[in-house]
């Protein structure tokens, strides 16, 4: 019991003190509103959207005070809120329309006029849905987007599951730097229907979001639109390498080169994969480089082959897709047999060839003395005649 009442008698006194010091602070408290207006607006950039807002009313009364906007937003249903600290009445951001957005601020004071503690307003908050949401199985299915040899995008989808005859879709597209969204100029089509689009060039597009969305119409019901946000050095697939060549040296090392897939990817982008198969073993290993060294494993295998395949590098972007593997190299047999025959072979073309240019040479050479001797023979004739 004893316990009790002191536990008791603690407890009292700390709800004393919290109240006694919350008084405190709220006797020498500066209260501050929260922003005015705050709104989500779309200017119908496919998913990049603007939030603000206009300063708190009567502000006159900070006049020697640092006036600033905590601002939180998130898509609806994800884990964390993005944090930013403002002194401007807006703030721009990409967000993922297939979901709602959510956005909360409010105003913070610092500086002289708050004694150095930080005071802040209540929250003012904001949300954001885009106005189409219908049935669900009316989106398009499987969107697949590759940007080739960082020249060429292609995007392809599939149509919705639950989606009537009629359904037909649109793919629009949007990145900074482009004016407003803008259709699809070249749709891929089956059945009369869009089942994808060849973009144009994009000029300056890479290292930021770009956003599509991909709606539809439909005479019966309403097609719930899609909407993909990425960046486009991300789902570069470069051409394979080719010219794939190799040397053989002490007949164990060999060193394999090949060239850099043609197009605008420098150099310094590329990872290589290469597959090795020696008889019935295969193994596969990476480089940055353009030319690989490695030992057999036995200098007594009858069959090498080389695949390679690229892809852009860590260094230039975040994510890529692997090229078709290029054309597989074979070596075969002994290396002796092989030199002879590279040796052979050509020896024997540049002996025929030889040969043969000395007969010809020879043959022609016979014509040339024949006809000499003949028209010496006509000079001495003309010669006896004069005579
Ligand atoms: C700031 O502190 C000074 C002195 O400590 C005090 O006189 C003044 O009332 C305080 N102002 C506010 C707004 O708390
Ligand atoms: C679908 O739209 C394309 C143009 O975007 C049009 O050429 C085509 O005829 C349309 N197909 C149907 C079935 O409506
Ligand atoms: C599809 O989206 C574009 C761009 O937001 C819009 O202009 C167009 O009206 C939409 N079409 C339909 C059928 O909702
Ligand atoms: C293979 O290598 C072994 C030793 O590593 C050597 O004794 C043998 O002669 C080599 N065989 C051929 C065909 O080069």
């Avoid at 939180?72 to 944090?83: A, F, G, L, P």
Wanted: aromatic letters at 14%.
């Amino acid at each position: 019991m004893a316990f009790l009442h002191l536990d008791i008698r603690c407890l009292y006194t700390l709800l004393i003190c919290t109240a006694f010091g919350s008084t405190l602070s709220s006797n020498a408290e500066i209260k501050v509103n929260p922003p005015q207006d705050f709104e989500i607006v779309d200017p119908g950039y496919l998913g990049y959207l603007c939030l603000q807002w206009q300063p708190p009313l009567s502000l006159d009364n900070f006049k020697e005070c640092t006036i600033e906007y905590e601002l939180k937003y998130r898509n609806i249903d994800s884990e964390s809120w993005k944090t930013i600290i403002t002194k401007k009445l807006y703030y721009k951001d990409g967000f993922d329309l297939n979901k709602g957005v959510e956005a909360k601020i409010h105003t913070l004071l610092t500086g002289q006029c708050t004694n150095g503690s930080e005071v802040q307003s209540s929250w003012s908050e904001a949300t954001y849905w885009t106005s189409t949401q219908g049935n669900l199985e009316t989106k398009i299915q499987d969107m697949d987007c590759v940007y080739y040899n960082w020249q060429y995008l292609l995007c392809s989808w599939k149509p919705g599951m639950g989606v009537h005859f009629d359904t037909n879709y649109s793919l629009f597209y949007w990145y900074e730097g482009l004016d407003h969204a803008v259709q699809c100029a070249d749709y891929i089509k089956a059945n009369g229907k869009n089942i994808g689009c060849r973009f144009p060039y994009l000029e300056s597009s890479d290292y930021k979001d770009f956003y599509i969305c991909v709606n539809g119409s439909s005479e019966s019901q309403a097609i719930t639109p899609s909407y993909f946000i990425f960046q486009l050095q991300n789902i570069v697939k470069p051409l394979p390498p080719d010219d794939l060549s190799f040397s053989v040296k002490n007949s164990k090392e060999i060193n394999l080169k090949w060239s850099i897939p043609r197009g605008p990817i420098p150099a310094k982008c590329f990872i290589y994969e290469i597959e090795f198969k020696e008889d019935d073993t295969a193994w596969v290993t990476t480089t940055i480089e353009n030319e690989i060294y490695f030992t057999r494993t036995s200098n007594e295998s009858h069959r090498l082959c080389f695949l390679v395949r690229s892809k852009v590098n860590i260094y230039c972007s975040d994510d890529g897709i692997w090229s078709e593997w290029g054309d597989e190299q074979c070596w075969k047999g002994d290396i002796r047999m092989k030199t002879l025959v590279f040796f052979l072979i050509p020896f024997a073309f540049v002996s025929l060839f030889l040969l043969l240019i000395t007969c010809l040479l020879l043959y022609k050479q016979k014509n040339l003395l024949k006809m000499i001797f003949q028209k010496k023979k006509e000079v001495f004739s003309h010669q006896e005649t004069l005579c």
